[in-house]
């Protein structure tokens, strides 16, 4: 019996994040990703390949064999493709880039205030 799903857990375990997190990290449905997780569903090969691009081995996920990640580190990456790749998201990021530019100019400001006074 092949247990993929519960290597497909595991995954998102090491990952430390929730199946919703998972889900729109894979940019797939909540529900979806469930039964995938569940084993109702079978992954298909481009959910596969998704996993892969987060670093970890289809293979492994697959037959339980040879090594669980191609690479260490490649989840923030990953994370920020998929972020990035993701319409839904573009406009909270953009809202983000926003507010730390303000920060920055707030912070030159305040530099300026403080060597105008010779305050360090």
């Known amino acids: ?47 596969l390949l ?10 492994w996920i697959l037959t339980g064999e040879g090594i669980m990640r191609k690479e260490e580190n490649t989840y923030l990456a990953a994370e920020s493709k998929v972020i990035y790749n993701h319409s839904s998201s573009y406009h909270g990021i953009q809202e983000l880039e926003k507010k730390y530019e303000q920060l ?9 205030v403080l060597s105008e006074h010779n305050i360090s």
């Open 1 to 47: 019996m092949n247990n993929y799903y519960k290597r497909l857990k595991l995954v998102r375990s090491e990952l430390s994040v929730s199946q919703q997190k998972m889900a729109e990290m894979l940019q797939i449905p909540f529900g979806t990703y469930r039964r995938y997780e569940s084993g109702a569903t079978d992954i298909p090969a481009e959910i």
């Open 50 to 59: 998704k996993v892969n691009q987060l670093g970890y081995n289809a293979d």
């Open 104 to 112: 920055r100019e707030a912070l030159k400001e305040i530099h300026n």
